[in-house]
């Protein structure tokens, strides 16, 4: 988690691949393993969480992996793989929405991400984090830019 336990080091990895503006949303969000089974969805979506960089331009992301395994997934735990990053643009977006994880839960949101590819993000964050600090504010950028009322 060394590497992206700061806003700075985030921005960082993200201008070096040519965006990372400060007024992006950045967020690390773990994959929603409820919404998937099987060998194949392992292989089609192979990460635990995604730290992503949300411009006006689309998503860029790097994959964040267990380096070892363990049962329990904490983000704590978890190392970039710096070989893993993507940009989807705008145009290669279909939908992108913020929902409630859970029925009682108020601490949690859901992210969907649906590209014009047929592939689904399905993450989720806290949204108040006091592991990653930059994630607070910019949790609330992201549900008030795409929350599905």
């Not at 989807?88 to 992108?96: D, L």
């Amino acid at each position: 988690m060394e590497e992206f336990n700061t806003i700075e080091k985030v921005q960082a990895l993200f201008q070096a691949k040519g965006i990372g503006d400060p007024d992006d949303i950045y967020l690390a969000l773990l994959k929603d393993t409820r919404k998937y089974s099987g060998m194949a969805d392992g292989m089609e979506y192979p990460y635990t969480a995604l730290l992503l960089d949300i411009t006006n331009d689309g998503i860029g992301y790097y994959r964040l992996v267990q380096p070892k395994f363990s049962l329990v997934i904490l983000m704590q735990n978890l190392v970039v793989d710096p070989e893993s990053y993507t940009f989807i643009p705008n145009n290669s977006i279909k939908s992108i929405e913020v929902k409630k994880f859970g029925l009682l839960d108020n601490k949690r949101k859901n992210l969907i991400i649906k590209t014009n590819d047929k592939k689904t993000h399905y993450l989720y964050g806290l949204i108040e984090d006091d592991l990653l600090p930059y994630h607070n504010g910019n949790m609330q950028k992201l549900i008030a830019r795409y929350s599905v009322k």
